[in-house]
RNA sequence: GCUGAAGUAGCUCAGAGGUAGAGCAACUGAUUCGUAAUCAGUAGGUCGGGGGUUCAACUCCCCCCUUCAGCCCCA
């Protein structure tokens, strides 16, 4: 072994250090406020303890908490070090394992009762105590049969099944803190003593490897910090998130509801929510012609034969409602609108000279979800999708795939979602046609990405039964990936319900088929919509755009004239009318949410004017009408 | 579907083995008002549903429904 190695930096820097120096070492000797605030490194591409041994020349990186990379390893940490404190506190308590995720991480425990809310908070306590005592994270190596020998000695079953599964030969490795020792591939922090700012955030059931028919295990979700003002930023955001709930803004702006009487998942739109759905759909469809789609309306049952015809009865059957028996025949609630745009498709012959054909529909379906499932607008049962189908020849595949990249993201920014990421599935376990095929479309689908210089990632096993995918996830106004889009290649249903069109060669072809939903449903959509704009909806989608409020019941009149004018000027106005001061009002106007509102008494009245109010803003002052048009109507040109 | 928690007036919530309470909203009356709550009065509930224990159940027990947090799944 040579004496000295040479460690190269990312900035291409080299620099000769003793064989065996740290990553810490290294740090120290950049900088020792540097070092204090770097929690693992990176060694030739390998995540390793800040410890840990280089013995070779190498190239270095180092990650503090503001990496990905960092964020991991830290909240990796932290669940080690609360499954040490749950093992002090309830001995009896099996561990398995405890992941870091995106924002936290949890420890899943074998334990017959659910942990209370004292228990967090004792577990809570016993864990900044630990962190006090900057506890060192020990690595250490073995064999497998040492591993099974030490964690069988220990009664530990998970950690044996775990062991279980890796292979003979590889080395295992250990890490003690304290007084506990857990399997863990690391790397961790140098010691819990980096851990400042501790808050346990919930708990819940979850199976043994995310298995329904394993057992279901204790989850403890929490998260840590490096410092008290990040923890405090987080929970001011969960705070946020909370306060913005559709659940919660649907209930106080009356937009939607669900009723017992009706059945779970399935809601009702009030007029405001309408008002809105309204909007969206009469601009979706306005978009839509402008793309050459062509829109069509289909029932919302279908027969037995249809769905088997179409694959649903065979792979997706658990997702549909059950069968609806009439006349001697089964029906079934549609859960998707592929066989009907398929069928209308297939009422005539058709030429290549008619392709693509683009069959949109604004579509009612209907899913049987798992209750446990179901979540105000985000999931129901019932819902309506934005769908279409893109029926074309294999050349112009490329080209409409490339054409609804753009075509949703242009509408998706027109909503005020400015941020995307893409996703493409592939082959999922339960699927139809032949790998071949699936290889040839997902190929195609890269392409089309690769072509846009659309950065994506592969999501292995994500995709659709009948075909792989796009999905293009937005980012809402609190930082949240909801995904909205998904653009499903299906080269399985044209075989199944033998789709042809004649070519140029005066033979029959089979078409290809792009299935695609841009705002994915409608309901979700607006649920997202709702938390996204925090209830203030832009003044093109608010439900109402303006509240005119007289002064009192001597300005009802000249109010009512303001109104009506507004009305014929195709503004959505309502008019206060109500016996009550002008301060209850406006308030009720502000926590309606109402963009505009118009006040109008004595003054206004003489000089035939209106005092503008503007929703969180205040007072504008006085306009005349026409002004007051200007700015209402720029706004809603604007989509602001 | 599974695990856990919850369900009291339209809304937000208090209470508790002896047959329910507040604020807001609603209704009535007074007030005619200048940028986030005028005053007074009235009405409103088989305490999610069903069964059981008890002299007595909103409270204790069982079943069901719904909601919430997750798991699983997903538009």
Same mark, same amino acid.
């Given at each position: 072994m040579a004496d000295k190695i040479v460690i190269r930096f990312p900035d291409g820097a080299e620099k000769e250090f003793e064989t065996g120096v740290s990553p810490l070492q290294i740090a120290e000797g950049i900088n020792p406020q540097f070092a204090i605030r770097q929690l693992v490194a990176e060694v030739n591409g390998k995540l390793v303890d800040m410890n840990y041994h280089i013995?070779?020349?190498?190239?270095?990186? %180092?990650? @503090?908490?503001?990496?990905?990379?960092?964020?991991?390893?830290?909240?990796?940490?932290?669940?080690?070090?609360?499954?040490?404190?749950?093992?002090?506190?309830? *001995?009896?308590?099996?561990?398995?394992?405890? /992941?870091?995720?995106?924002?936290?991480?949890?420890?899943?425990?074998?334990?017959?009762?659910?942990?209370?809310?004292? +228990?967090?908070?004792?577990?809570? +306590? $016993?864990?900044?105590?630990?962190? &006090?005592?900057?506890?060192?994270?020990?690595?250490?190596?073995?064999?497998?049969?040492?591993?099974?020998?030490?964690?069988?000695?220990?009664?530990?079953?998970?950690?044996?099944?775990?062991?279980?599964?890796?292979?003979?030969?590889?080395?295992?490795?250990? !890490?003690?803190?304290?007084?506990?020792?857990?399997?863990?591939?690391?790397?961790?922090?140098?010691?819990?003593?980096?851990?400042?700012?501790?808050?346990?955030? &919930?708990?819940?059931?979850?199976?043994? $490897?995310?298995?329904? @028919?394993?057992?279901?295990?204790?989850?403890?979700?929490?998260?840590?910090?490096?410092?008290?003002?990040?923890?405090?930023?987080?929970?001011? %955001?969960?705070?946020?998130?909370?306060?913005?709930?559709? $659940?919660?803004?649907?209930?106080?702006?009356?937009?939607?509801?669900?009723?017992?009487?009706?059945?779970?998942?399935?809601?009702?739109?009030? /007029?405001?929510?309408?008002?809105?759905?309204?909007?969206?759909?009469?601009?979706?469809?306005? &978009?839509?012609?402008?793309?050459?789609?062509?829109?069509?309306?289909? *029932?919302?049952?279908? &027969?037995? +034969?249809?769905?088997?015809?179409?694959?649903?009865?065979?792979? !997706?059957?658990?997702?549909?409602?059950?069968?609806?028996?009439?006349?001697?025949?089964?029906? !079934?609630?549609? /859960?998707?609108n592929c066989p009907f745009h398929i069928e209308i498709y297939k009422s005539t012959k058709r030429s290549y000279r008619e392709l693509p054909l683009k069959y949109s529909e604004l579509g009612t379906v209907y899913r049987y979800e798992p209750s446990g499932a179901l979540n105000g607008l985000k999931r129901v049962r019932g819902f309506t999708q934005d769908d279409a189908h893109i029926i074309c020849t294999e050349e112009q595949l490329l080209e409409e795939v490339e054409k609804l990249l753009d075509f949703s993201m242009s509408m998706l920014q027109d909503f005020g979602f400015e941020e995307f990421r893409v996703k493409l599935a592939t082959m999922p376990d339960k699927s139809v046609g032949d790998a071949k095929d699936w290889d040839k479309a997902i190929k195609s689908l890269q392409n089309a990405l690769e072509k846009n210089n659309i950065k994506f990632e592969v999501d292995e096993g994500g995709g659709a039964f009948y075909g792989p995918k796009i999905d293009i996830h937005i980012k809402d106004s609190l930082n949240r990936l909801w995904q909205l889009t998904t653009i499903q290649f299906d080269f399985n249903l044209a075989e199944r319900f033998k789709m042809e069109y004649i070519g140029a060669d005066n033979q029959a072809h089979r078409p290809f088929m792009i299935h695609r939903a841009l705002l994915g449903s409608i309901e979700r959509f607006f649920g997202i919509l709702i938390e996204h704009y925090a209830g203030n909806f832009p003044v093109w989608l608010a439900p109402v755009q303006v509240m005119v409020i007289p002064l009192s019941e001597n300005y009802n009149h000249y109010a009512e004239r303001k109104y009506t004018k507004l009305r014929e000027q195709g503004i959505r106005v309502e008019c206060d009318f109500r016996n009550e001061k002008v301060g209850y009002k406006i308030r009720e106007a502000e926590m309606s949410k109402i963009p505009f509102m118009y006040i109008v008494g004595a003054r206004e009245e003489d000089t035939n004017t209106i005092a503008v109010r503007r929703h969180g803003s205040g007072d504008l002052g006085t306009f005349t009408f026409d002004e007051a048009l200007k700015v209402i109507r720029g706004e809603i040109q604007e989509r602001t």
């Open positions: 013995n070779q020349n190498s190239e270095i990186m %180092f990650h @503090s908490f503001n990496s990905e990379q960092g964020k991991e390893v830290y909240w990796h940490s932290s669940a080690h070090l609360m499954a040490q404190a749950v093992r002090q506190l309830f *001995p009896e308590v099996k561990v398995t394992i405890g /992941p870091s995720i995106e924002n936290g991480f949890y420890y899943d425990f074998d334990r017959e009762q659910s942990f209370t809310d004292e +228990e967090l908070l004792a577990i809570e +306590e $016993r864990m900044h105590k630990l962190a &006090k005592e900057k506890l060192p994270f020990l690595r250490q190596e073995l064999s497998k049969k040492e591993a099974m020998a030490m964690f069988k000695k220990m009664n530990e079953p998970y950690k044996i099944e775990l062991l279980e599964d890796i292979d003979d030969n590889e080395v295992i490795s250990i !890490y003690t803190l304290g007084d506990f020792v857990d399997l863990c591939r690391g790397p961790h922090l140098e010691h819990t003593g980096k851990i400042k700012a501790i808050k346990l955030l &919930k708990t819940s059931g979850a199976y043994w $490897r995310g298995d329904v @028919s394993k057992k279901m295990l204790k989850r403890i979700y929490g998260i840590t910090y490096p410092n008290k003002k990040d923890m405090k930023k987080y929970l001011l %955001f969960l705070e946020e998130a909370r306060k913005r709930d559709h $659940r919660k803004l649907g209930k106080e702006l009356d937009l939607f509801s669900f009723s017992d009487d009706i059945g779970q998942g399935l809601c009702l739109w009030h /007029p405001n929510g309408a008002m809105v759905r309204s909007i969206i759909e009469d601009y979706w469809k306005k &978009k839509h012609y402008a793309a050459d789609y062509k829109i069509v309306y289909t *029932p919302h049952i279908g &027969k037995a +034969e249809l769905w088997q015809t179409s694959g649903h009865l065979d792979f !997706y059957s658990e997702s549909m409602y059950s069968a609806i028996e009439v006349d001697g025949s089964d029906f !079934y609630l549609k /859960p998707m």
